[in-house]
């Protein structure tokens, strides 16, 4: 598919992007992601609940920088509330969560970080996605869980 990107000047996503995959089929079926960005700020919330509706799982990106932690943490509450709003159970939903710039070296231990975003342990990953390392683990990680919960 063709990657949709709505971006600003400094290259930040606006509003969202999305990117449709086409997987083939599965027991008769067609298999597709329509794959979204969201941006984390907080006045950009209500972009990110209207693109919850009707999701099947989230790969939950955390910033690992130390500076940027209360961030990530507003954006992960925001998403557990919304969730729940559209009566999802957050225990089982689908949620990888990806511990992103590990390289840098002012990032926050992993074990602080698997307690403050805690999802199951098959569900986090680390990652420096400016290299893409990381980056297709987590998103095998969500799909399969996802297709767990689709059967």
Known sequence: GKLVSLAEKENRTLFFDFLPLSLGEAKGKKLRLHLYTVPGQPQ????????????????????????????????WRDLQTNLKELGLDTNKFPIAVQFNKRDIKNSAPVSELKKLFPVADTLQFESIAIRGEGVMETLQGVTKQVLRNLK
Do not use: H, N, P, T
């Not at 009707?54 to 940027?68: A, K, L, T």
């Open 44 to 75: 950009l919330e209500a972009s990110r609940k209207m693109i919850l509706k009707g999701v099947d799982g989230v790969v939950f990106v955390v910033d690992s920088q130390v500076e940027r932690l209360e961030a990530a943490l507003e954006s």
